[in-house]
């Protein structure tokens, strides 16, 4: 009987610990926008001397362009103004076995009109982690990721999904 209940027990957190909800960003809205923001011509910039700029410049621009919040790249319309408040790469080593290892970005977003007036200011935080994973082998796919690519991936998006609907301006 006490076999029964222990192997019940562990089948379920076993299971839990597969399915468990991950969280992959979060926005900090310091100013926020009062309506949506959806333009036709927007330039995203990151701050001088960012490392990996290219790479955050581009994954911002294809999301914003995906998403449609912007039409078209254009340097004489609104402004997405970069810049990383801290960037912790990660560790492949943890995440083989399991001990977290997930690469962690916050970028401050100053988002502004072609007239170069703020609209609003955020942080944007994205990790690597992952809502589902596949193994192979035994051995997780996820091991191969490039895991800051991933975590400004999930800060892109979290900054499509605020500026396609700002937190307080209605439905």
Same mark, same amino acid.
């Given at each position: 009987?006490?076999?029964?209940? =222990?192997? @019940?027990? +562990?089948?379920?957190?076993?299971?839990?610990? =597969?399915?468990?909800?991950?969280?992959?960003?979060?926005?900090?809205?310091?100013?926020? +926008?009062?309506? /949506?923001?959806?333009?036709?011509?927007?330039?995203?910039?990151?701050? /001088?001397?960012? &490392?990996?700029?290219?790479?955050?410049? !581009?994954?911002?621009?294809? @999301?914003?362009?995906?998403?449609?919040?912007? #039409?078209?790249?254009?340097?004489?319309?609104?402004?997405?103004? +970069?810049?990383?408040?801290? +960037?912790?790469?990660?560790?492949?080593?943890?995440?083989? =076995?399991?001990? %977290?290892? #997930?690469? #962690?970005?916050?970028?401050?977003?100053?988002?502004?009109?072609?007239?170069?007036?703020?609209?609003?200011?955020?942080? *944007?935080?994205?990790?690597?982690?992952?809502?589902?994973?596949?193994?192979? !082998? %035994?051995?997780?796919?996820?091991?191969?990721?490039?895991?800051?690519?991933? &975590?400004?991936?999930?800060?892109?998006?979290?900054?499509? *999904?605020?500026?396609?609907? /700002?937190? %307080?301006?209605?439905?």
């Amino acid at each position: 009987m006490m076999n029964r209940w =222990f192997l @019940q027990a +562990l089948w379920a957190l076993l299971f839990l610990s =597969f399915t468990a909800c991950v969280s992959t960003g979060s926005v900090a809205v310091q100013e926020p +926008l009062t309506k /949506p923001f959806m333009v036709d011509r927007a330039a995203v910039v990151v701050a /001088p001397g960012t &490392a990996n700029a290219e790479a955050i410049k !581009a994954i911002f621009e294809v @999301q914003l362009l995906d998403a449609k919040v912007v #039409e078209k790249l254009a340097d004489d319309g609104a402004r997405i103004e +970069l810049a990383v408040a801290s +960037l912790d790469e990660g560790s492949k080593a943890a995440r083989t =076995f399991r001990m %977290g290892g #997930e690469a #962690e970005i916050v970028v401050d977003v100053v988002v502004k009109d072609a007239a170069g007036n703020v609209l609003s200011r955020v942080a *944007v935080t994205g990790n690597s982690a992952r809502k589902s994973e596949v193994m192979v !082998a %035994g051995v997780s796919e996820a091991v191969a990721d490039n895991l800051v690519n991933r &975590a400004i991936k999930a800060a892109a998006a979290e900054l499509v *999904v605020y500026l396609q609907k /700002p937190a %307080g301006a209605g439905d």
